[in-house]
């Protein structure tokens, strides 16, 4: 059974840091470009950024450019969302993708081999 788990979530105060893992199970996750995404209730989900199979191209939106980090650990099986700078916009609860391709090309609209449950990301004072 295919599946993606994330984790690291939780309550962090404006400025603060997060790192969110997604950890894969029953497949290789080294083959698959992974995506992270957010939403809000109300909203659609956007793309947050994306990392290709090998690790060495990465995407980012505009919004999080700067400010968040995505990183793959292949021989872990695990993909991370080093997010700094936390804003209150960045509440969300964050997904992680894999995508059915090494490559990040239109992530946002991705076709993925998986999805993870997701995590509350949740920015307040």
């Known amino acids: 059974q295919l599946q993606l788990v994330e984790s690291g979530g939780g309550l962090v105060q404006p400025g603060g840091s997060l790192r969110l893992s997604c950890a894969a199970s029953g497949f290789t996750l080294d083959y698959y470009a992974v995506g992270w995404f957010r939403q809000v209730p109300g909203k659609e989900r956007e793309g947050v950024s994306c990392?290709?199979?090998?690790?060495?191209?990465?995407n980012y939106a505009d919004f999080v450019k700067g400010r968040f980090t995505v990183s793959r650990d292949n021989a872990k099986n695990t993909v991370y969302l080093q997010m700094n700078s936390l804003k209150p916009e960045d509440t969300a609860v964050y997904y992680c993708?894999?995508?059915?391709?090494?490559?990040?090309?239109?992530?946002?609209?991705?076709?993925?081999?998986?999805w993870g449950q997701g995590t509350q990301v949740t920015v307040s004072s």
């Open positions: 990392i290709s199979g090998s690790g060495r191209k990465t």
């Open positions: 993708a894999a995508k059915d391709s090494p490559y990040c090309s239109d992530y946002v609209r991705m076709k993925a081999r998986a």
